[in-house]
Every structure is written in structure tokens, then in C-alpha cells.
């Protein structure tokens, strides 16, 4: 995996992804989630567990941030094409 990052515009400042790192990278700053990648472990817990996409790892998050902005529901194209990466990745 990949350090995760926050795509500041999405985030809605929900917290789900702070009580869900097992590091404690996350905190929030300005009502903005915010990742120490530093403490960041590549887990990915805060990647599922935000409800916007606005958190992504690695070149992941070109496809997060297009899937938010462009079509917040993923067409039957993109849907394989995320399980196709995925499958590839794991």
C-alpha cells in the first residue's frame, strides 16, 4: 500500500476516519481531516471508513477524487475497473 491522502475538498470533517487508525495519524485541523504520514502505518482502515472518498492511498487517489467529483455513484465501468485494480493489488 501507500501513505494515504486527504482530498481537503471532500473531506466534510465527519471524524469517521480518526477513531478508526490504529496510529493515531489522523487528526483533525480546521474541521479538515489531516494524516501524520510520518505515524501512518499503509493500513488503509481510514480509507473504508470515510463515507465521502476523500481519503485515498497511493494512485488510488486520482480514481477517488474522480469518482467523488464526477460521478459520486461508479458506473458499471468503473466498478471494474476498481475491481480489476483491486484484484491486481491484492
Known amino acids: 500500500m501507500a501513505k494515504a491522502f486527504i482530498d481537503k475538498a471532500a473531506c466534510v470533517g465527519c471524524e469517521a476516519c480518526v477513531g478508526t487508525c490504529p496510529v493515531e495519524a489522523i487528526v483533525m485541523a480546521e474541521s479538515v481531516a489531516k494524516i501524520d ?17 476523500a481519503i485515498s492511498q497511493g494512485e488510488d487517489k486520482i480514481l477517488n477524487v474522480d469518482r467523488h ?8 465501468t ?9 484484484l491486481k493489488e491484492y
Open 37 to 53: 504520514v510520518d505515524v501512518c502505518i499503509e493500513c488503509g482502515s481510514c480509507v473504508f471508513a470515510c463515507p465521502t472518498s
Open 69 to 76: 467529483f464526477i460521478n459520486p455513484a461508479p458506473t458499471s
Open 78 to 86: 468503473q466498478s471494474s475497473m476498481i475491481e480489476e485494480k483491486w
